[in-house]
């Protein structure tokens, strides 16, 4: 199909498409509810409050993590531009590709893609290894903090102390735990808060990079980057490296 602006291209499938902005989304989400927990003291929150944020925020997360999981999915099942072998920088060649890229980027004829060129390859690989690892971390913290699924009843059990039933214990509940087992889990949760502490600033960095490169590169090249997250399509004048 064509169109003033040139050729248009069907991309980003529905899947695609419903996974960044559900993303975005429970990201911002995420980060601003995080942001109040992380500085609760400056909140002088009672332990109702902190528990409320705290489970307001893991329920985000689960929605955060179920969407990641679906996407990692559509990674080995999706279309061409969807799959990690289309956007993942270990394919034979990708140096000279970035080289070429970069060195025609701000010349009359840069280089275009379909999908992510070079440097957007290396920017979502980036991207999702702080989503996994905030995943990840984020669902450890989860059970040891407000004892939720899916490990809440192993470190309830841990901590519980003696004559307890682990399902009666509850968050900052002091007389229900053992207090040389909750050393012991806050031993176990101590670099799991760093991974998460660690995201928290450097997932909003990545974000903001991203956001920056891709107006620039849609100003300077053209393409509709932007828009192909509403419409899944991309128009061009000249024919895009990838388009085969």
Request: aromatic share 14%; glycine share 8%; hydrophobic share 50%.
């Amino acid at each position: 199909m064509e169109n003033g602006a040139g050729k248009i291209y069907k991309v980003w499938p529905k899947t695609t498409r419903f996974f960044h902005w559900v993303n975005v989304f429970t990201l911002f989400a995420l980060l601003v509810v995080g942001l109040i927990i992380y500085n609760g003291g400056a909140f002088k929150f009672g332990v109702e409050a902190r528990i409320m944020l705290k489970t307001v925020h893991v329920m985000i997360g689960y929605i955060f993590v179920l969407n990641l999981i679906l996407r990692l999915a559509f990674g080995f099942i999706g279309n061409k531009h969807a799959r990690f072998s289309a956007f993942l920088p270990f394919q034979k060649g990708f140096i000279t590709c970035l080289k070429d890229y970069w060195a025609a980027y701000s010349t009359p004829k840069p280089i275009q893609y379909l999908g992510h060129n070079p440097m957007g390859r290396l920017a979502i690989t980036a991207m999702f290894i702080l989503l996994i690892l905030q995943a990840v971390s984020g669902i450890v913290l989860a059970g040891t903090d407000i004892f939720f699924p899916p490990f809440g009843n192993y470190f309830a059990e841990m901590v519980a102390a003696s004559g307890v039933n682990p399902a009666d214990v509850v968050p900052y509940n002091k007389e229900l735990v053992d207090p040389e087992m909750v050393k012991e889990m806050r031993a176990i949760r101590s670099p799991f808060i760093e991974i998460h502490k660690f995201g928290l600033y450097a997932l909003p960095t990545l974000i903001v990079i991203h956001v920056a490169s891709v107006i620039a590169t849609e100003v300077k090249h053209g393409g509709g980057i932007i828009s192909a997250m509403f419409t899944g399509n991309k128009s061009f004048k000249d024919d895009p490296v990838d388009k085969d």
